[in-house]
């Protein structure tokens, strides 16, 4: 890539790294920030889901805005938001003042996420190009996570939790300095705001989300849990309603014909819930049970992070030789008997083999799943849908993130830590995870991914690519 096409990639890929990296920065430092703001074990999970419900409910408005008033300009404003909501959350006294910044922060990756992966399809022809610059995206969302793992274990031993949240400053400064000198302002489109779309999905999702952690800790049957639970899904339905009547959806349910795209949505939920659990719970059995330091436990993950790093570089190879669906179907199955394996830990684990070599085999099959999951999410659709499409496919790994980790919380507060053990209820809730990744297998083998959704991620978005070359790219999964 020649110097200023670098320089746009990097301005892309290191804010999408910064807002990705953010969702896992804070989790070596759970235990620290239990014990310094008064979170409650199930209460200590809303320190992620403060920022993914936001992140991930306004995800679509924010595709919206990018489209109505300018790409660069909204993601320049996201960014911004972002970095001063994560200066207020470094000085936070409290659990509701952290809260609340995480919350802020996530509204900030709502407004800039989107336009990450629209400026990056704007930016890059199709060939060889976007198909590197693709694999480097999926890469980031794939391995950001455990990126910020290790960083997050690093601040937090050797200065403070709150740096995880501090560096965000100054990167964020840079990258504001530096996007409207790199990045072309996109063409507006006239339109307006889906106000109640976004406002009933993200209270929904966030109404479900409440609901199921807080029966962890109060029960199915608990009056509050089942309120919770059934206005959540009230609303969704009456976000439903409105996408159906609104002149302009965040969400055109158009979206949703295709039986393939559906799939690598609802995989991804799957998926990326299961990973979520990973991160969440490793680590605090890695310094609750195995004694280890924040930084030990995020050097820890390393095995994970270098494995996803070096085998995405070889997906895009992959998926043109053997075709979307074939390459997914392998990931996940990969991923499934890392994971697997790594449910098995107990208090006398060996790092080696109960550890290290499980998380090699799972950061293998994440790398072959992230890659084919972002081409079929947005394979397809109409140029006038691209941004939506592209807000989906956040909005599913934020959702998934949201949900998944809702669940695995429940499921852990159930298995009675205090009687069993605290690594009884840790390899229980990596077991349901294991099941999420063999769901999201399930569906992927149902919906087969037809020949013409899982060609190579060159054919992305397959609307814009002339008649010869959707021919051409669709033999490619044969």
Not at 26 to 46: C, D, E, K, M, Q
Not at 93 to 100: E, I, P, R, V
Request: aromatic residues 8%; charged residues 10%; proline residues 4%.
């Amino acid at each position: 890539m020649t110097g200023p096409t670098s320089r746009l990639l990097a301005v892309i890929l290191g804010s999408y790294l910064m807002i990705v990296l953010d969702v896992s920065i804070v989790i070596n430092a759970l235990p620290r920030i239990h014990s310094a703001l008064g979170f409650s074990a199930t209460g200590l999970s809303w320190v992620q889901n403060a920022y993914t419900l936001t992140f991930g409910g306004l995800l679509l408005l924010g595709a919206r805005a990018g489209d109505i008033l300018g790409r660069r300009r909204m993601f320049v404003l996201g960014i911004a938001i972002f970095s001063a909501a994560s200066l207020a959350g470094g000085l936070a006294q409290s659990a509701a003042w952290l809260l609340t910044a995480r919350a802020v922060q996530g509204v900030g990756a709502a407004i800039a996420a989107p336009s990450t992966l629209s400026l990056l399809m704007t930016s890059f022809p199709e060939g060889r190009a976007r198909n590197r610059a693709i694999a480097y995206y999926a890469a980031v969302a794939s391995g950001g996570g455990s990126v910020g793992l290790v960083l997050g274990g690093v601040l937090t031993s050797f200065a403070s939790w709150r740096f995880g949240l501090f560096v965000n400053v100054p990167v964020g400064a840079l990258l504001v300095f530096a996007a409207p000198r790199v990045l072309q302002e996109s063409e507006r489109r006239t339109g307006h705001f889906d106000l109640a779309g976004a406002l009933t999905s993200t209270a929904g999702m966030s109404a479900i989300v409440y609901g199921i952690v807080r029966a962890g800790s109060a029960g199915w049957s608990d009056a509050v849990t089942l309120a919770s639970l059934a206005a959540g899904a009230l609303l969704v339905a009456l976000f439903v309603a409105n996408e159906r009547r609104a002149a302009q959806p965040i969400t055109p349910l158009r979206l949703f014909a295709s039986r393939e795209r559906v799939g690598a949505y609802a995989a991804r939920i799957f998926f990326v819930g299961a990973m979520f659990g990973v991160f969440f719970f490793v680590t605090q059995y890695l310094q609750s049970v195995l004694g280890f330091s924040p930084v030990e436990a995020g050097v820890a993950f390393l095995p994970l992070t270098l494995t996803l790093f070096a085998t995405t570089q070889f997906v895009p190879g992959l998926v043109a030789r053997f075709g979307n669906t074939r390459v997914l179907a392998l990931g996940i199955a990969t991923a499934l008997a890392g994971l697997a394996w790594l449910s098995r830990i107990g208090a006398g684990t060996s790092y080696l083999t109960g550890l290290a070599i499980p998380m090699l085999v799972l950061g293998a099959g994440a790398a072959c799943a992230f890659t084919p999951l972002t081409s079929a999410g947005v394979a397809g659709v109409a140029p006038e849908d691209a941004g939506a499409a592209s807000g989906l496919v956040n909005v599913a790994h934020q959702l998934g993130g949201s949900l998944g980790l809702g669940v695995l919380v429940t499921v852990f507060a159930s298995a009675s830590p205090k009687t069993d053990g605290l690594a009884h209820a840790f390899s229980t809730s990596l077991t349901v995870g294991a099941g999420m990744l063999a769901a999201a297998l399930a569906i992927v083998v149902a919906t087969g991914y037809r020949r013409r959704a899982s060609a190579s991620i060159a054919s992305l978005p397959s609307s814009a690519a002339t008649p010869a070359e959707r021919s051409e790219t669709s033999s490619l999964a044969a």
